[in-house]
C-alpha cells in the first residue's frame, strides 16, 4: 500500500466555497507535515503535527485550518481562498519531528482557485 | 535569508553519463541533515538521499551519491550512469533539528536526461 496518499488528487473552487484536503499516511510514523508549492518557489512548509499536536505554524492565514484527528490522517480545511493560494499542497510524514528524519510525500493536491 | 541555493534551474545530461546538481547552504548549527528529493511531472516528492553533518564519509544510494564539503557548504548530488525516467525535478533540502525537522527546500533543478 502507498506509504502516503492525498485525496482528492486535483481540486478546482470559487473564492466562497470551503472544501478539505485528505492526508492519510500507512508508514506508522508519528509526524505529519503540510507544504504549499508555488511556481518557481521553495517549497514552503505550513503546518507541522507531533503525535496529533501542532508543533509549527509558519504565519499561515487563518483561511487555511489544519487538522490531525490522529497519528495516521491529516486535513486541511479551505475557506475563503483567495487565486494566488492556487499551487500543489503536499502532505509528508516521517518518524518524529525531533530528529532529522526524511520525509515521506504524497502524490499532493493540485488545488486550482477560481 | 534563503539556507539552500541551488543556482541551476535546468540541466542536460546524456542517457548513461553521469550528471552533478550542485547544492550550497548556509547555517551557524552543527547539527543538521541534508536530503534530495526527486519531484516527477506526476508531482510527488521522492526521497533519494540522506546526509547527516557529522556524517564523514558520503552517502550512496544506488546511483545517487551525495558529495558533502562541509567546510564549502556543499552537498551535490552526483547521479551516475543517467536514464531516461531519471528526468524530473531535483531538490537538495537541510532539516535543523531543534525546529520540529523543519525542512528548508531550494528552488530545484530540472534535469532532462536525452537519449
Known amino acids: 500500500e502507498t506509504g502516503v496518499t492525498q485525496t482528492p488528487r486535483h481540486l478546482v473552487m470559487g473564492m466562497t466555497n470551503k472544501k478539505s484536503l485528505k492526508c492519510e499516511q500507512h508508514?506508522?510514523?508519528?509526524?505529519m507535515y503540510w507544504y504549499k508549492q508555488s511556481a518557481k518557489k521553495p517549497l514552503e512548509l505550513m503546518f507541522v503535527y507531533s503525535l496529533e499536536e501542532r508543533v509549527e505554524n509558519n504565519s499561515v492565514p487563518s483561511r487555511f485550518s489544519p487538522e490531525c484527528p490522529n497519528s495516521s490522517h491529516l486535513f486541511l480545511h479551505l475557506h475563503t481562498l483567495q487565486p494566488e493560494d492556487s499551487a500543489l499542497y503536499l502532505c509528508?510524514?516521517?518518524?518524529?519531528?525531533?530528529?532529522?528524519?526524511?520525509?515521506?510525500f504524497g502524490p499532493g493536491t493540485r488545488l486550482t482557485v477560481t | 535569508a534563503q539556507k539552500i541555493t541551488q543556482t541551476q534551474p535546468g540541466m542536460f545530461v546524456q542517457e548513461k553519463e553521469a550528471v552533478t546538481l550542485d547544492c550550497t547552504y548556509d547555517t551557524s548549527d552543527q547539527s543538521y541533515g541534508l536530503f534530495w528529493y526527486k519531484q516527477p511531472s506526476s508531482g510527488e516528492m521522492i526521497f533519494l538521499i540522506y546526509?547527516?553533518?557529522?556524517?564523514?564519509q558520503n552517502a550512496t544510494e544506488g546511483r545517487y551519491s551525495l558529495n558533502f564539503q562541509k567546510a564549502r557548504k556543499s552537498a551535490n548530488l552526483v547521479i551516475s550512469a543517467s536514464q531516461l525516467g531519471d528526468s524530473a525535478m531535483y531538490f537538495c533540502a537541510m532539516s535543523y533539528p531543534n525546529t520540529g525537522n523543519q525542512f528548508y527546500f531550494g528552488t530545484g533543478t530540472s534535469l532532462t536526461v536525452i537519449p
Open positions: 509528508a510524514s516521517s518518524q518524529g519531528p525531533g530528529d532529522m528524519y526524511e520525509q515521506y
Open positions: 546526509q547527516g553533518s557529522y556524517d564523514e
Open positions: 508508514l506508522g510514523h508519528n509526524a
